[in-house]
């Protein structure tokens, strides 16, 4: 069965960095694109970023410039680097593989971050 195992939320200060991890296992990885998604309380889920296998990334307008994402191909791994946090990016944070050849798509669990003072 598929697994995508995010790690690396928490509590952190406005202007604050974290960095989240998404662990593979028992997929192609290098087949999936990979993104990072997130959810307000009341909210919908929301894309932030994806990357592809050859590392072609996109974002969402209102993290460009303090968010990055990032992907090891050996590691099965994909990286969501936040910068310069601020309260309206608390949410829970959702890794997601999709092949684009199979339209198959998986989700992670999640991990929560909160950015307060």
């Known amino acids: 069965q598929v697994q995508l195992v995010e790690s690396g939320g928490g509590l952190v200060q406005p202007g604050g960095s974290l960095r989240l991890s998404c662990a593979a296992s028992?997929?192609?990885?290098?087949?999936?694109?990979m993104g990072w998604y997130h959810q307000a309380p009341g909210k919908q889920r929301e894309l932030v970023a994806t990357?592809?296998?050859?590392?072609?990334?996109n974002y969402a307008d209102s993290v460009k410039g303090r968010f990055t994402i990032s992907r090891d191909n050996v590691k099965n791994t994909v990286y969501l680097q936040l910068s310069s946090l601020k309260p309206e990016d608390t949410a829970v944070y959702y890794c997601n593989a999709y092949d684009p050849k199979q339209f198959i798509g998986y989700w992670g669990q999640g991990t929560q971050v909160t950015v307060s003072s």
């Open positions: 990357i592809t296998s050859g590392g072609t990334t």
């Open positions: 028992r997929i192609i990885f290098s087949h999936y694109l």
